[in-house]
């Protein structure tokens, strides 16, 4: 019990919106709904009531007021049929840079005569990057820098004019 009330106390210490809440809802119950709307003016009034209810309900324990997540339990997964990703892996496997627009016409055959869905150009992409069908891709080449000599006597050049344009005897530059 000493641990869970620790753990919970840390977890409600590191949490700013939990923090929120719950001072939200002690100047809600200090005073009245029209001091909250002052100092916290993006609050409406369904939240705070929401919040206060929560908190009461569990016991006034700081836990009720940390956020849960709002990820889904379930979400949709994409089923591709073992004969359309064959076919995609042996014809990325033979034609490495061969593009997901370049597929679809040979999927759409193969789809045809096997009495399959036919699927679009974006979902052969999906399917492409999903199992990493990337063959024998090129890397890029590293460019070489190009040297800086050519603005070095340019600038020499250009020293040297403005030099004797100011009309002084000695015409030696050092670098």
Known sequence: MFMTTINTALCFDSNNKAKLKLRVIELFEQSDWEAVAIVFPGISKRS?????????????????????????????????????????????????????????????????????????????????????????????????????TVNRVRLLVLCQTTFLNNNYSNNFLFF
């Open 48 to 148: 705070v009531y929401r919040w206060r209810k929560k908190f009461n309900d569990s016991g006034k324990k700081l836990k009720s007021l940390i956020p849960k997540s709002t990820r889904p339990h379930h979400a949709r997964e994409m089923r591709v049929p073992a004969k359309v990703l064959k076919f995609i892996k042996e014809l990325r496997l033979k034609y490495p840079r061969l593009s997901k627009y370049k597929i679809k016409p040979f999927l759409d055959l193969f789809c045809e005569e096997n009495q399959l869905h036919q699927y679009s150009a974006s979902w052969i992409g999906k399917v492409i990057n999903r199992y990493s069908f990337f063959f024998k891709t090129r890397h890029p080449v590293r460019k070489k820098r190009r040297t800086q």
